[in-house]
């Protein structure tokens, strides 16, 4: 599996981006699809997941603000992110996994995307 994510930028303190992860490969729908992230200093960490039946898991830090949200049919994912904090700044990563149920550990994902950079300023 390949992942491309995109849909960073720069957004003012309250504002929306959303993020998006296109996947490559056949069998899209047997993946766990997560959105990590890492802020400078600090360690990468998980912010949601969502899989193949739509189970969802959130990082308590973005509940009631980011959804997750997949299309099969054209192996996309997506991360919607509203309420938007300056704390939530870094780099995005979707990741994959051949699993069946959600997971929030970066060791069980297997293929990631490149990054994409979301920037709020206060």
């Known amino acids: 599996v390949q992942l491309q994510a995109s849909g960073g930028g720069l957004v003012q303190a309250g504002g929306s981006l959303r993020l998006s992860c296109a996947a490559s490969g056949r069998t899209f729908s047997n993946y766990v699809m997560a959105w990590f992230r890492q802020a400078p200093g600090k360690e990468r960490e998980f912010v949601s997941a969502?899989?193949?039946?739509?189970?969802?898991g959130y990082a308590d830090s973005v509940k009631g603000r980011f959804t997750i949200s997949r299309d099969n049919a054209k192996k996309m994912v997506y991360l919607q992110m509203n309420a938007l904090k300056p704390e939530d700044t870094a780099v995005y990563y979707c990741a994959a996994a051949r699993w069946t149920t959600v997971t929030s550990s970066s060791d069980d994902y297997s293929y990631w995307g490149q990054g994409t950079q979301v920037t709020v300023s206060s």
């Open positions: 969502i899989s193949w039946h739509t189970s969802r």
